[in-house]
């Protein structure tokens, strides 16, 4: 089946510090990956996406690449700021079906 | 703002009551889905709707029931409400764009059932 899987939270970083997320996933085919953002007391927003392999996605200074061989779409950032501190979504979306399958989200707070 | 809506923002009840949730999606979106987002059990798909109909259903409970409307807003019915049904509950509408469907969500009903 289709399942997602994040590394677990939560994550503690200084500001300016190297940001990675892990996700990797099952699924057969080429879906479509997404990174969504949570932010306290709001829903999810679209971080970024990708939709083939080796694409890369990127927004607000973050990126990942849909790497196919590892199955795997980490999130990274170079110098992450307080205002990044948020709960994080890894998420697939198969081209086939209708449901959307998301990780269980790590959760990241940035100290200044 | 991601241009869904939700209503209400928060919403607290009693054990054995019955709530009703409403979603408006982005201005074109014909798709709506729902999810229950809870501490232990995380963002948890309940059901989709496209153009009225239902497209795909989660673990959606027999409790539970959703419709969409002609004018495309939703509904999420909750009945005979447990305390375990205490959590936030996203609605997203989904539009296709650049070789996928994107999901948008909106800011979520917190439910309390006391």
């Known amino acids: 089946g289709n399942s997602v899987t994040q590394m677990e939270g939560p994550v503690t970083l200084s500001e300016e510090a190297f940001l990675t997320i892990n996700c990797t996933y099952t699924?057969?085919?080429?879906?479509?990956l997404f990174w969504y953002v949570q932010y306290p007391g709001e829903g999810l927003q679209l971080l970024l996406k990708a939709t083939k392999a080796d694409d890369k996605g990127s927004n607000k200074g973050f990126e990942a690449t849909y790497r196919k061989e590892t199955t795997s779409f980490h999130l990274e950032k170079g110098s992450v700021q307080v205002s990044d501190s948020a709960v994080y979504f890894c998420?697939?979306?198969?081209?086939?079906?209708?449901?959307?399958?998301f990780g269980t989200g790590t959760s990241l707070t940035v100290i200044p | 703002d991601s241009g869904v809506t939700q209503t209400p923002k928060h919403l607290i009840t009693a054990t054995g009551q019955r709530v009703t949730l409403r979603c408006s999606p982005r201005s074109g979106d014909l798709s709506v889905y729902w999810y229950q987002q809870s501490l232990d059990q995380g963002l948890q798909f309940l059901i989709q709707?496209?153009?009225?109909?239902?497209?795909a259903k989660g673990n959606i409970l027999e409790r539970f029931s959703a419709q969409q409307f002609p004018d495309l807003h939703s509904e999420l019915n909750l009945s005979s409400l447990e305390l375990g049904d205490s959590a936030l509950y996203f609605c997203a509408s989904s539009v296709f764009s650049g070789g996928a469907e994107t999901q948008y969500f909106g800011p979520g009903t917190r439910l309390l059932v006391l």
């Open positions: 709707y496209y153009n009225g109909e239902e497209r």
């Open positions: 699924a057969t085919g080429y879906p479509s």
């Open positions: 998420a697939l979306r198969q081209n086939t079906g209708n449901q959307f399958y």
